[in-house]
């Protein structure tokens, strides 16, 4: 053990790719321990052998092929709409796009890095300042985390043999009540710069403009909807969702706003090969590794450790948090899923945490990894958009964590909130 976790520092500490990281780090400790290394090989192969894993392709692919196909122009309109009386109004329109986008692109990343390209210029125009551009359009990402079809969400339910359907229920009241959140604080922090206030005479909403900007977004706002009943009603698996979705996007695309060209299309399929061979190496990669916790009994060993401070499901749950926090600091929000979904689940269903509850949390904090220092690659990648020192994006970003982890705080209490929706359409869960 003392090498796996030795190789893992050594090599993320130089630099090295994620995936290789894990990889190598994972194979050291077959070398420690005198396993046969075909074993290693065999582990690389099985872990990417999973029909269920065909949804994060599809899923990524449904998201590219949205985001040309003309769905974000038309939420983006809604999104203006929706904001153009509120103080910080065009940082209130990353907050609603995310909480739209979340059903569209499942990644906290793209969506970030989307909303600073498109707001960006705007919002530097009219006066914020860089680092609360790149502070506001990335931690309003974190909307995504839990919106269906999230990402991380379909990840932890392969990993912890988690319902997807009851997932993707789960993660909607928290991507709303994290949009609220996100609202109140970026009002709070616009009042208190003196930020795009609203302008005299802007008129009020009428419900003609609502409704024609809702007639054109309409098919957005409708796709999780319908991969939730969908799924519910038998129509189709969590990974046979993903191929409805892409059909799905598809038909918008070419029939409904006929804005999907040849060239668009061949751009998705491009960026869905870069983005999907990106998760699978390290998905592949992460089955010595996970051998290795395995072998050595770390579960084990680590609820011992847990137990010996607490058997409370409530400050269980919030250890176990904090530690995720720390470590999506430094390693991938996917590898985390990986790596720590099969360690931390059966931890809290032994308190009697429902799998669902901690999903949506641990989905949330994971994801959070990537928008915070030292290594997080949405945060490098909205201060490379428009040249922002990560330093300012730091000081900006501290009113929004601290709103995130109170928003957490609360779903940890009152689990209520996330199982309603998943009890209602799925039933109670058993067990």
Known sequence: ????????????????????????????????????????????????????????????????????????????????????RMYGGTAQISVVMSTMMGGVSGSATADAAMETRILGPEMMRIGYSKGYICAVNCLTALITATIPPSIGLIIYGFIGEVSIGRLFAAGIIPGVLMMFVMMTTVNLTARYHKYDAPKAGTPKLSMKELGTNL??????????????????????????????????????????????????????????????????????????????????????????????????????????????????????????????????????????????????????????????????????TVCGIINCPPEDYTKHSLPFLAAIFLEITVLVYLPGLVLWIPNMIFGVAQG
């Open 1 to 84: 053990m003392l090498y796996l976790g030795l190789a893992f520092v050594i090599f993320l500490v130089l630099g090295m790719p994620i995936a290789f990281v894990i990889g190598v780090a994972g194979t050291a400790f077959f070398w420690s321990a005198n396993i046969p290394f075909g074993i290693a090989v065999q582990s690389i192969v099985t872990q990417s052998q999973s029909f269920a894993f065909l949804a994060i392709p599809f899923f990524i692919f449904a998201g590219n092929l949205m985001n040309v196909s003309g769905i974000t122009d038309r939420l983006l309109s809604l999104a203006r709409l929706l904001t153009r």
């Open 215 to 380: 007639r054109d977004s309409i098919w957005a706002l409708l796709f999780p909807i319908i991969l939730i009943v969908g799924i519910r009603m038998g129509a189709f698996t969590a990974s046979e969702s993903g191929a409805f979705a892409v059909a799905y996007a598809i038909f918008i695309g070419f029939f409904v706003y006929k804005e999907l060209t040849w060239e668009r299309f061949k751009g998705a399929v491009l960026n869905s090969v870069k983005d999907t061979g990106a998760i699978m190496l390290i998905v592949a990669m992460s089955g010595p590794f996970s051998y290795a916790v395995t072998w050595v009994q770390l579960p084990t060993v680590m609820s011992q450790f847990v137990f010996g401070i607490t058997d409370n499901p409530q400050f269980l749950t919030i250890i176990l948090l904090a530690f995720l926090f720390v470590s999506g600091m430094f390693v991938d929000s996917n590898v985390n899923f990986l790596l720590l979904t099969p360690i931390f689940l059966p931890m809290v269903t032994s308190v009697g945490m429902d799998p669902v509850h901690f999903g949506v949390l641990m989905a949330t904090i994971c994801t959070l990894g990537v928008m915070t220092p030292p290594i997080g690659s949405a945060l490098y």
